[in-house]
């Protein structure tokens, strides 16, 4: 069965920091993972992604405050995330992608007061 598990939402406030991971299972050779978000009444963006070689891009929003990494034998990712916004208040998914799909997590809440 495939699984990716989202974790480490929460509420901080402006400024803070929270570091989300993502562990997969039932999903083998995944090549690119990636982490997107979703505010209310906006579509789906890429946050970040980096492939199994561990090269990264990242959206310019985040450039310089959030930092995607992975550990490949544990088929998981993380996102450090650093001087949140209230703008980054999102529901954030994690993606893995293999050469034939795509295969999402249930999302995280993240929350940024002002």
């Known amino acids: 069965q495939v699984q990716l598990v989202e974790s480490g939402g929460g509420l901080v406030q402006a400024g803070g920091s929270l570091r989300l991971s993502c562990a997969a299972s039932?999903?083998?050779?995944?090549?690119?993972m990636g982490w997107y978000r979703q505010a209310p009444g906006k579509q789906r963006e890429l946050v970040a992604a980096?492939?199994?070689?561990?090269?990264?891009n990242y959206a310019d929003s985040v450039k310089g405050r959030f930092t995607i990494s992975r550990d490949n034998a544990k088929n998981t990712v993380y996102l450090q995330m650093n001087s949140l916004k209230p703008e980054d208040t999102a529901v954030y998914y994690c993606?893995?992608?293999?050469?034939?799909?795509?295969?999402w997590g249930q999302g995280t809440q993240v929350t940024v007061s002002s």
């Open positions: 993606k893995g992608d293999t050469d034939y799909m795509g295969y």
């Open positions: 039932g999903i083998f050779s995944i090549k690119a």
């Open positions: 980096i492939t199994s070689g561990g090269s990264t």
